[in-house]
């Protein structure tokens, strides 16, 4: 099955500092790779996600980077502010938009200090 | 606004009980999940049921039951708990190739 590996588990930064999340997997039939992050005391939330027909896509201040070749994908986080801080995870599905073959990352808690 | 409601956020309870973890959402979703999150091991999918009164096993099925009977309630069942479930489990559903959404989680502790 599906292995999805997340480095680092802990990231500081600076506020307005960028932060990157990095993840790879091992099914070179996966297809789809979104991020979610969560909030203290609540359940994640879909930030962004990449099909994989597209190397990079950007909202605002985050993107999401992917290579295919080397099965890693990576989340950008520009500008960062203390409401960043937060557990992200990534993840990846060989069935494009199917949550059931969802595999999760261990997550990332990234801290912005003030 | 979309609304995945976890009954318990906090559940204390002792080893060899049975344990109800109730779910509810309000979005006509076909899909509806249950993962457990440890530290250090993400989401970890327990059920999954694509319809009521159907259900698939996950990657950790096993000392877990769920039970669908009807479309917006999925429950977690522990027939005896133990101390490594120890955990917080969370709810989630999705349209069939839609987004997962998440309930806030119910950190169970067994003593």
């Known amino acids: 099955g599906e292995n999805v590996e997340q480095h680092p588990s802990t990231l500081s930064v600076q506020e307005g500092d960028s932060a990157v999340i990095k993840c790879t997997y091992s099914?070179?039939?996966?297809?789809?790779f979104p991020w979610y992050k969560q909030e203290l005391g609540k359940g994640p939330q879909l930030i962004i996600d990449?099909?994989?027909?597209?190397g990079e896509k950007k909202d605002q201040r985050i993107a999401v980077t992917l290579n295919k070749t080397a099965k890693h994908f990576s989340l950008h986080i520009t500008e960062t502010q203390p409401e960043d801080s937060a557990v992200y995870f990534c993840?990846?599905?060989?069935?494009?938009?199917?949550?059931?073959?969802?595999?999760f990352g261990s997550g990332t808690q990234l801290t912005v200090l003030p | 606004d979309v609304k995945v409601t976890q009954s318990s956020r906090y559940l204390v309870k002792r080893t060899g009980e049975k344990v109800f973890l109730e779910c509810v959402q309000d979005m006509d979703h076909e899909n509806m999940f249950w993962y457990r999150q440890d530290p250090g091991l993400g989401l970890r999918l327990i059920y999954f049921?694509?319809?009521?009164?159907?259900?698939e096993k996950g990657d950790i099925p096993e000392g877990y039951s769920v039970s669908r009977e009807k479309k917006e309630r999925f429950s977690l069942i522990l027939e005896s708990a133990s101390t490594n479930q120890t955990s917080m489990y969370l709810c989630a559903s999705s349209q069939p190739a839609g987004e997962l959404f998440f309930g806030e989680g119910s950190r169970l502790t067994v003593l």
């Open positions: 990449i099909r994989s027909n597209v």
């Open positions: 049921s694509y319809d009521v009164k159907m259900k």
């Open positions: 099914d070179s039939a996966s297809n789809y």
């Open positions: 993840a990846a599905s060989r069935s494009s938009g199917s949550a059931r073959q969802l595999t």
